[in-house]
């Protein structure tokens, strides 16, 4: 029933721009958040961005901090993260997760296919 989909990723160059979409339905009500990870070849998966559903909190990471902007759209049922000044370093794919935690840092029970982003220098 949850479904979360993650397009808007591309090839761009160094210092480059994209907006990443995060079309979601049949949330469960008790979700508190939803975050956007990412995932280079051979690394983790790591936080870049949260929102949360109740105050519309932002949070980064601070590796994409004043580069990338999360919004929403409640009305579409769609969460953006805008990325500017894409650097190499931020080839990854990209997934958009939720999470009954307003505190973003972990509880992520549905997670998105994700969608490449690759920054060329």
């Known amino acids: 029933q949850v479904r979360l989909v993650e397009s808007g990723g591309n090839l761009v160059q160094s210092g480059g721009s994209l907006r990443l979409s995060c079309a979601y339905s049949g949330l469960p009500l008790n979700y508190a958040a939803i975050g956007w990870f990412r995932q280079a070849p051979r690394r983790g998966r790591v936080g870049v961005s949260c929102?949360?559903?109740?105050?519309?909190?932002?949070s980064y990471a601070d590796s994409v901090k004043g580069r990338f902007t999360i919004s929403r759209d409640n009305a579409n049922n769609t969460v953006y993260l805008q990325m500017d000044s894409l650097k190499p370093e931020d080839t990854a794919v990209y997934y958009c997760?939720?999470?009954?935690?307003?505190?973003?840092?972990?509880?992520?029970?549905?997670w998105g296919q994700g969608t490449q982003v690759t920054v060329s220098s």
């Open positions: 997760a939720i999470t009954p935690f307003t505190d973003c840092l972990g509880g992520y029970d549905y």
């Open positions: 929102i949360t559903k109740g105050d519309g909190r932002k």
